[in-house]
């Protein structure tokens, strides 16, 4: 599957944005998405991720409360809404998928994902 992120930008602190997901080349079905960013000189980091089926989510400290990932699998996307934006919060977001056994919940670690979109970079003003 291949996958494209959008919707990044440059915004104030304190302000919204939504990014996508758009997989192309096969569904999504099966596929559980994750979004990772990566600061300037800093390593990759997991900050949520959705099943396929109980859609269930996971969310890293740092975002949980302010970012809500969600799926439309009709349109074979993949959607993060970030609130109350913060400098920290700086970074080229990217979308990946894996498949997830039954059952168990979708992991944040960036090495378990194996299918990678080009990133979108959101920068965030103080």
């Known amino acids: 599957v291949q996958l494209q992120a959008s919707g990044g930008g440059l915004v104030q602190t304190g302000r919204s944005l939504r990014l996508s997901c758009a997989a192309s080349?096969?569904?999504?079905?099966?596929?559980?998405v994750g979004w990772f960013r990566q600061a300037p000189g800093k390593e990759r980091e997991g900050i949520s991720c959705i099943n396929y089926g109980d859609v269930r989510t996971n969310y890293a400290a740092s975002v949980k409360g302010r970012f809500t990932i969600s799926r439309d699998d009709a349109k074979n996307t993949v959607y993060l809404q970030m609130t109350n934006l913060k400098p920290e919060d700086t970074g080229v977001y990217y979308c990946a998928a894996e498949v997830v056994p039954t059952g168990r919940l979708c992991s944040l670690s960036a090495a378990l994902f194996g299918s990678w979109g080009q990133g979108t970079q959101v920068t965030v003003s103080s």
């Open positions: 080349g096969s569904t999504l079905t099966y596929y559980a």
